[in-house]
C-alpha cells in the first residue's frame, strides 16, 4: 500500500458497515462486484474490505440503477472516464516533461 494513499482509499470497511451506510443489501453489493463496478480487496480469511471511496461509488451506482441505467451502461460509462483520466495523465506528465526540459530540471529518479 502507498504511504501516500488517502484515508479514503484504504480498503477497511466491512460488507456489513458498507450495508449500514449505503443501505444497500450485501447481495446487491456482492452483485455490483459481480458486474465489475465495485472491487473490494479480501483480508486473509476472505472477506471483502471497502474505502470510503467505494462507499461513494456504491452510492452512485444505486443512484443511476434507480434511475433505471443498466449496470452494463455503468460499467461503459466507469471505463470512459478511467480512459480518459488516463489520458489527462499522461498529457499532465507530457507537458511537465516539455516544462523540466525547457527549464533545464532534471528529476532524480
Known sequence: MAKDMSYK?????????VRDLTGLSERQIRYYEERKLIFPERSAGGSRKFS???????????????????????RKEMLREQKKQNQDEIRRKMIQGQL??????RRNS
Open 52 to 74: 470510503f471511496t467505494d462507499v461513494e461509488l456504491l452510492m452512485d451506482i444505486a443512484n443511476k440503477i434507480e434511475d433505471g441505467i443498466q449496470t452494463h451502461e455503468i
Open 9 to 17: 482509499d484504504k480498503k477497511v470497511i466491512t460488507i456489513g458497515i
Open 100 to 105: 523540466n526540459a525547457q527549464f533545464g530540471i
